[in-house]
């Protein structure tokens, strides 16, 4: 309107004009509000760096390619896992104790590297980057062997004559190489995968919170499947075609999950590396150690110190409050002198960092009370093919199942069960114990754990039946199918169980070193399993005399079996003790019951807060 209008235009026209102003600015701050409720709150960005968008990232626009690669590789892994003993003893012409302990060492070594690939991932390199490098080990480890299985000179001659000439130190080592790298290239993949995946969804959204568990029991069924196709399809090509072939098709499996990986780019959600979490351990153990032994005494309304920004310290990760428990480390951050240096981490640590290191401590107890199944688990690509090899498999009159091939009774189990526990029984487990995910990650570990005890009864009874037989070699392999069943159901509950402990328990700093945990008592309770089998095997008489001879017809693997079921017998037990105790990173009661009850906060000590800007000091009442 231009000056001198009439009064009826300025007095019409004017008040039009700052209506549309009006909207304008309302639109504008509608759309700023919907946009920042679709950001997600856990410190993921995207591609560009910018936190990532709800609409355009992670959930299962993304989490497809995690799976699909999950399932190369545990397709890999496992069809190298059930194939090694058959390989070490007839074309390395090994003996078969050795290669039972020579395999449960590798797979031990795979699962406990997991902690170097975790520590690389939350210093350094994060989960995705950390993927990319070791898929790409993990895939010049699998060359190497399949030219192992390919090039004779790379193995002894054929055994025509006893005793059979054995492989030559470089025969041995070029196939040692060869599995250092895969297992080099396992224990960088596994502790990132679940978590990457699990990083897809924002756990503040309710909607996306629930997907996260929904994930990790899909994320398992895609373990089950790569572990069938190993073990059925992978096994039956080494059968026609040979050991080749037998490892050079997974060879090409992991490739193209590397392919399939990175055609997920654009949507994934990334967590950036927040640096060393064992340094910052460090740092909590040596400040309070040195206040200790300065004197310094933890009162109710003792003065902690935290900084004064809406994240914490540790970039990118998210402020904790102060618990009770393991109080002597909040020594670490008592503030002995206002007037010095606050940010020297070795003298003065903030409570983020100290409640971090009280999570990672609390998990220990629950990690160390779930070993004995990885013992347990060990059998399957050991002993329980060393059964099924020297038992009837024929299926019909024309085809007879690989040895390798036999542990798919279990996986089976695991498909089976996971889509029945995920569709059915949650619903109805949540309207009983009014639990989003039906009952508590411990109580399903607890339900894991249980059923061990009598999948190792059962390897018992039927090995000893076996045994016992006129014509072992007579009796079918499906006399097999409960101890498989059962050890399946168990791995169901317990793995999955893990797999939501040690992720929602973990603070933002250690979710891959947390996963890295659980996966390492795999690789330990494959190590405890070799111990074990040597320690029986000399108390007993060794290979000649003992329990676990060459012919297993002339051994007693069901006493074996029987002392296995007393470890996890005894297993159970301290399980329940530790669970039924286990207090959470927010503060309630994680056990077995029911009712979760909140740890009672010290509402009396201080927090003791830096000003950036000013360099001021405020003190805040927990």
Same mark, same amino acid.
């Given at each position: 309107m231009e000056p001198g209008g009439t009064p009826f235009e300025e007095s019409f026209i004017q008040p039009s004009m700052d209506k549309f102003v009006e909207d304008i600015k309302q639109d504008h701050e509608k759309e700023e509000i919907e946009s920042s409720t679709t950001l997600v709150s856990n410190g993921?960005?995207?591609?560009?760096?910018?936190?990532?968008?709800?609409?355009?990232?992670?959930?299962?626009?993304?989490?497809?390619?995690?799976?699909?690669?999950?399932?190369?590789?545990? !397709?890999?892994?496992?069809?190298?896992?059930?194939?090694?003993?058959?390989?070490?003893?007839?074309?390395?012409?090994?003996?078969?104790?050795?290669?039972?302990?020579?395999?449960?060492?590798?797979?031990?070594?795979?699962?406990?590297?997991?902690?170097?690939?975790? %520590?690389?991932?939350?210093?350094?390199?994060?989960?995705? !980057?950390?993927?990319?490098?070791?898929?790409?080990?993990?895939?010049?480890?699998?060359?190497?062997?399949?030219?192992?299985?390919?090039?004779?000179?790379?193995?002894?001659?054929?055994?025509t004559v006893r005793p059979c000439i054995k492989a030559t130190d470089n025969q041995a080592g070029f196939l040692f190489v060869a599995l250092a790298l895969i297992a080099l290239g396992t224990g960088g993949i596994k502790p990132c995968v679940s978590? %990457?995946?699990?990083?897809q969804f924002d756990e503040a959204d309710e909607k996306e919170a629930q997907k996260k568990y929904s994930f990790f029991n899909w994320f398992f069924f895609a373990i089950n499947m790569g572990a069938i196709l190993g073990i059925t399809l992978l096994v039956y090509i080494q059968e026609k075609r040979g050991f080749g072939w037998g490892f050079g098709v997974p060879t090409v499996a992991i490739v193209c999950s590397i392919i399939i990986l990175a055609a997920g780019i654009p949507l994934y959600r990334y967590q950036k590396p927040m640096g060393s979490p064992f340094t910052r351990f460090l740092q909590v153990l040596v400040a309070s150690a040195r206040n200790h032994f300065n004197g310094v005494q933890l009162q109710r309304g003792a003065v902690l110190y935290e900084v004064d920004s809406m994240e914490s310290d540790i970039s990118g990760?998210?402020?904790?409050?102060?618990?009770?428990?393991y109080r002597f480390l909040d020594k670490a951050a008592m503030v002995m002198d206002p007037e010095a240096n606050t940010k020297n981490r070795w003298r003065l640590c903030t409570v983020t960092q100290v409640e971090e290191f009280k999570s990672f401590i609390r998990i220990l107890p629950v990690w160390a009370s779930t070993i004995a199944l990885s013992i347990s688990f060990a059998q399957l690509s050991t002993f329980f093919i060393s059964q099924a090899t020297i038992m009837d498999r024929k299926l019909g009159p024309h085809f007879t199942t690989p040895a390798g091939s036999v542990p798919v009774f279990g996986a089976l189990n695991a498909l089976i069960l996971v889509p029945i526990y995920e569709i059915w029984l949650v619903p109805i487990l949540r309207k009983r114990t009014g639990h989003r995910r039906g009952i508590t990650s411990l109580q399903r570990m607890g339900v894991g754990l249980f059923i061990s005890i009598f999948a190792m009864a059962s390897a018992a009874l039927v090995e000893k039946k076996r045994r016992d037989h006129?014509?072992?070699?007579?009796?079918?392999? *499906?006399? !097999?199918?409960?101890? *498989?069943?059962?050890?399946?159901?168990?791995?169901?509950?317990?793995y999955v169980g893990q797999l939501e402990f040690f992720y929602d328990e973990a603070t933002d700093g250690t979710r891959s070193i947390s996963s890295a945990m659980f996966l390492s008592e795999i690789g330990i309770g494959s190590w405890?399993?070799?111990?074990?089998?040597?320690?029986?095997?000399?108390?007993?008489?060794?290979?000649?005399?003992?329990?676990?001879?060459?012919?297993?017809?002339?051994?007693?693997?069901?006493? *074996?079996?029987?002392?296995?079921?007393?470890?996890?017998?005894?297993?159970? !037990?301290?399980?329940?003790w530790v669970a039924r105790r286990y207090k959470g990173k927010d503060g309630t009661r994680g056990s077995l019951a029911r009712v979760e009850a909140p740890v009672e906060m010290d509402v009396d000590d201080q927090v003791i807060k830096e000003d950036k800007d000013e360099g001021e000091f405020k003190s805040m009442a927990l």
């Open positions: 993921c960005v995207d591609i560009r760096g910018k936190i990532a968008d709800k609409q355009t990232t992670g959930g299962w626009k993304a989490s497809p390619f995690i799976i699909v690669n999950e399932v190369a590789e545990r !397709l890999a892994f496992f069809s190298i896992a059930v194939n090694m003993v058959a390989y070490l003893v007839l074309e390395m012409h090994q003996s078969l104790p050795s290669a039972a302990t020579h395999v449960t060492d590798w797979i031990g070594a795979a699962y406990v590297l997991t902690l170097v690939g975790a %520590f690389l991932a939350d210093a350094y390199l994060g989960r995705f !980057l950390t993927i990319i490098i070791f898929s790409c080990i993990y895939a010049v480890g699998m060359v190497l062997l399949t030219l192992s299985a390919s090039i004779d000179s790379l193995r002894p001659p054929n055994c978590s %990457f995946g699990a990083d990760a998210r402020k904790l409050a102060r618990t009770k428990q006129p014509n072992p070699s007579s009796l079918t392999v *499906f006399w !097999l199918l409960p101890q *498989f069943f059962l050890i399946g159901s168990a791995e169901v509950f317990t405890l399993s070799t111990a074990i089998v040597k320690i029986i095997g000399r108390a007993t008489g060794g290979e000649q005399q003992g329990w676990l001879r060459n012919n297993l017809n002339k051994s007693r693997l069901d006493n *074996f079996y029987w002392i296995l079921t007393a470890i996890n017998a005894a297993n159970f !037990l301290v399980y329940l």
